[in-house]
């Protein structure tokens, strides 16, 4: 990892017109859990709850990512499925459309692991990504990622089936 431009925080209430336009984009539907719009009022709900959520009681973290130097928000990361025995966490990373191909993305998630270490202690991070998506694919391998199994037929779209590919990067 390298020094980063990128600091990663809790979420906002300021946040809250980046997470309704990004959780109401359903081109970004096809990765997510959720496939359906939310309201303002859902999201600040989410916001609100999430400052008192611990992650070892939830298992999930959301932290939004910024550049230090504009203080602009360029995207968010999660924290999934988090298992504090086997020392391992999903993740996600979301880079706003304004702000992509500018290497946010690849800074996010060294910011994320850095913190997934030496905050969580955690042994390995992992991820799954449509076989599609390329631009991850590139992200995720750049980053030290493993493509270590794929899962077939795991994401139906417009009527067909998409394999998902598995990454993980141990981080010890």
Sequence with gaps: MTDSNINLRAMEPGDIDA???WENDSSLWLTAVAHQPYSRHALQQFIDESGQTDIYASRQLRLMAYDKGSG???GCVDLFDFDPYHRRAG?????DSTMRHKGYGYAMLCEL???ASEHLNLHQIYC???EDNTASINL???????HCGTYNHWIYSRGEWIDALAFQKILE
Excluded at 91 to 95: E, M, R, S, T, Y
Excluded at 140 to 145: L, N, Q, S
């Design 113 to 115: 692991e850095k913190f």
């Design 128 to 130: 799954n990504i449509a």
């Design 140 to 146: 995720f391998t750049k980053a030290g990622f493993t």
């Design 19 to 21: 997470l309704f336009r």
């Design 72 to 74: 602009d928000t360029v």
């Design 91 to 95: 993740i996600g990373i979301l880079v």
